[in-house]
């Protein structure tokens, strides 16, 4: 179901005009208001009337977190604060936070990103969505908030923690939506299942998960443990906050982007060059619908590709697959980019394989060489080395079509693969000890 039919079905010819419109006027507020990026335009050598196609945006200089730090709290404002209405600012665990500014027609603008979200995974004036995201300084509270009352539907605004309370009021009230990160509604399924409550008598049947980053195996543990349908939703506080981008129910794989709102690019994460839909990369976005604080070209450090394919639910958006990581986790093996979680899909569903990893990377006469260690699975039993071999060629052939780089595999016995926490976990890279 659509929340705003015309726009989120757009011809690509019309919604391609309204983001060169929209982009010329957000380089020229930028050029004219913020004094850091004009002057990063300067250095560049590009001046707003550059900008005459989509593709001219590459012309344009990126934004990076530490801009937003450098000019904080507001530097990057590109009004006078008496149009600004509401602030946020991110979590900022080292050193200061990045503070967001919003105007009234931001905040509109972001409750109608959020409300075709929702609308998109089948939500309707009908549902009580309970939020149990933290409301406050963090954007996923308020941003979903606003976007529920936008499309009509009830919203509870309990915030985060309190887990009893949280499932007592989804009894009482008959919650059917459940908005929170994927970490918390798995504390609320569990603790739902210990409390021996039958899932079947608690009216929960969408979740809206977000600001994290997690997986279709989490995203299974949830659908079973709450009796639910989960989806992904996302945003970040530097574009606006939570609904830049959200699944649809008709084929739940990938999040459309509205494009009406915001730009994205996927980048090669190293050289900032541009990359075609469908290939791996850094995802950058500029915001082409914010008075506020607009942000060109901003790099997300998050790791996704664009589907080339239409979407069978009519939306004309285009579709950011689901977050695959973070560029920090990327690997250069003789001149290829290599993810972690490109070995997880290509190991993913082989008979008697866990879905544990870890890459080792190494230089042998100064040639990078690739080792996978997969884990084998505590069920698996075979006692013939030929069946063993068979294996660990099959997983190798599996590994090196995705990657498109030979690399050797070690097959390690079940539960020897350290379970750390942590961005590298994934990765031993030895060349860095020379
Ligand atoms: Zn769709």
Do not use: A, S, W
């Given at each position: 179901m659509y929340y705003n039919e015309h726009m989120e079905t757009a011809s690509r010819d019309e919604l391609e005009r309204i983001q060169l419109e929209r982009l010329q006027a957000t380089v020229r507020r930028m050029y004219d208001n913020v004094g850091f990026y004009r002057r990063r335009m300067e250095e560049q050598g590009v001046v707003p009337e550059d900008i005459k196609t989509l593709s001219d945006i590459t012309k344009l200089p990126f934004m990076s977190k530490i801009d937003l730090r450098d000019n904080y709290p507001f530097g990057t404002f590109a009004v006078q604060k008496t149009e600004i209405v509401r602030l946020h600012a991110s979590s900022g665990t080292t050193g200061k936070p990045i503070v967001a500014g919003y105007t009234r027609h931001d905040l509109e603008m972001w409750s109608d990103c959020v409300a075709r979200g929702l609308s998109a995974v089948g939500v309707t004036a009908d549902d009580i969505v309970q939020v149990a995201y933290g409301y406050g300084l963090f954007t996923g509270g308020m941003g979903v908030h606003y976007g529920i009352e936008r499309l009509g539907a009830t919203v509870l605004p309990i915030s985060a923690g309190n887990t009893k309370k949280q499932i007592m009021m989804m009894q009482d009230l008959g919650t059917t939506v459940l908005a929170c990160t994927p970490s918390y509604a798995l504390v609320l399924g569990e603790a739902i299942r210990d409390m021996g409550i039958d899932p079947e008598t608690i009216k929960l049947r969408v979740g809206v998960f977000g600001a994290e980053p997690w997986t279709e195996g989490i995203r299974k543990e949830i659908e079973a443990l709450l009796h639910i349908k989960a989806y992904d939703i996302y945003g970040l506080t530097e574009s606006v906050g939570p609904g830049v981008a959200m699944e649809c129910k008709e084929a739940c794989d990938g999040l459309h982007i509205w494009e009406d709102c915001f730009i994205?690019?996927?980048?090669?994460?190293?050289?900032?060059?541009?990359?075609?839909?469908?290939?791996?990369?850094?995802?950058?976005?500029?915001?082409?619908?914010?008075?506020?604080?607009?942000?060109?070209?901003?790099?997300?450090?998050?790791?996704?590709?664009?589907?080339?394919?239409?979407?069978?639910?009519?939306?004309?958006?285009?579709?950011?697959?689901?977050l695959m990581g973070r560029t920090d986790d990327m690997l250069i093996i003789r001149g290829v980019n290599v993810f972690p979680s490109q070995v997880e899909s290509a190991i993913v569903g082989i008979e008697g394989i866990a879905p544990r990893y870890l890459l080792v990377v190494d230089r042998v006469h100064n040639l990078d060489t690739l080792e996978v260690q997969v884990e084998l699975l505590p069920t698996l039993v075979y006692d013939e080395v030929r069946k063993m071999e068979a294996l660990r060629a099959k997983v190798q052939k599996s590994i090196e079509q995705v990657l498109g780089l030979s690399v050797s595999v070690r097959l390690m016995p079940p539960n020897s693969i350290e379970r750390a926490e942590g961005k590298s976990k994934h990765i031993k890279d030895n060349r860095k000890l020379d």
């Open positions: 994205p690019e996927i980048v090669d994460p190293d050289t900032g060059e541009p990359l075609p839909d469908g290939q791996i990369g850094e995802l950058v976005i500029t915001t082409i619908n914010k008075e506020g604080m607009p942000t060109v070209r901003f790099r997300t450090h998050d790791l996704t590709y664009i589907h080339k394919e239409p979407c069978v639910c009519g939306r004309t958006h285009r579709r950011l697959h689901r």
